[in-house]
Structure formats: C-alpha cells, structure tokens
C-alpha cells in the first residue's frame, strides 16, 4: 500500500499531525504505516535581553521534527503544549506560565488523545527546564495508567559532558552551561535555526 501522507502540492512527506486530514490519518493507521508520535512540551518565558521568549517552543520542534524526518514515515509530531511551568521568571513581563496541576493535566490529556488514536509508541519531548522535576515525578503513573512504550525526555539529556567540552566556547558544565538559560547553547540554536528571534545589538546589554 502508498504510504499516506497530506503533500499540499508538494513530494515532501510532512510529520505535523495538524496537517493531516482525518481520512489521510486514518488510512495510514490503517495501513500499520504510523509506529509513534512525538508530543512537544515547551515554555514561554523571558530568554534574556536577546532571544525572544517563544525559543524553548521554536527548538524543542525544530529537534522533533528533525528526528520524525529521520523516521519518515512512521513518526509523527503531535501539537504539543507551548506554555509550561515558569513560575520562576513571572518576575519578567512577558513570560506564561502554567501551575503544575494545570499542565500535568493538559499532559495527560493530549498522552490520552494519541493513545486512544492508535499510538502504541509515544516520545515526551521536552524544551524547558521547569517542566522536567514534575513530569518525572509524575510518570509513573503515567506508565501504570496506558501501558504503552511513554518515554519522557528532555532534548539535551541526549548531550553529555564530552558534547559539552567539544560544542561550547564558553563554560562546560551540565546543566549550567548545557543546556543553561539563553546563553551559549540555546543561543547558538536560535543564530542556527531561526536567526529573527535573536536580537545582535542586546546581546551584551543585559540587566541580569
């Protein structure tokens, strides 16, 4: 059988489930042609005085999308949640922020919407770190409720020390450095990715 895809006029194969129409979700379902799906969990908050605030979201799908690409075209990129829990920078105008019995919740549902689409096979993939202590806390019971393959993972556990002393000019250290907040490395993901969030003239015009 075709693999089922929506192309929009184009040959490309495209992993957004929101593009997807329910007949072309349905037969690739159908088909056995869809194996797992990648939930993005993000945040919208202050990233200094040169990044813009929507960066946790816009990097945390740029790597999902790269790894469903890869597996192409058995992984799909759900809708995820773009605010998270950032309680800790509500100090900075700007920022959303998500009480953790809110988000956990929306977590759950949007775990439940995929499993009862058909996903045996479900990646978490978070981009914020004030997502990361009560999703962990919280995932096991994750487990025991949908007894599928539920992995919870945040992008830049999968760099280690020695990624750190090879990738970054600046300090090392995990997490201070890597993945940090707004310095080298997200920095240098947003220069590489989606240059318009940064901002050349505030990067060394910082209040804190």
Known sequence: MAKTSPMNGSSSFDVRLGKWTRREFRQAMQAD????????LAAVEQHLEHMAMEHDWRSVNVVARQVAEGLSPHVLVAQGIMAGISEHHMRHPGTLTLSPGTFLSVVNDLIDSLVRAGFKNILVLNGHGGNVIPCQ???????RRYQINL????YWDV???EDASELLEGGHRLPED????AQEF???MAMKWFPENGRAAAMHDQQD
Request: glycine share 10%; net charge negative.
């Open 186 to 188: 997200e920095t240098s």
């Open 159 to 161: 760099l280690g020390q």
């Open 33 to 40: 042609q869809l194996k797992g799906c990648i939930l993005p």
């Open 151 to 154: 992995h919870f993972l945040s």
């Open 137 to 143: 806390q919280t995932w096991d019971q994750f487990l």
């Open 178 to 181: 890597l993945p940090g907040h």
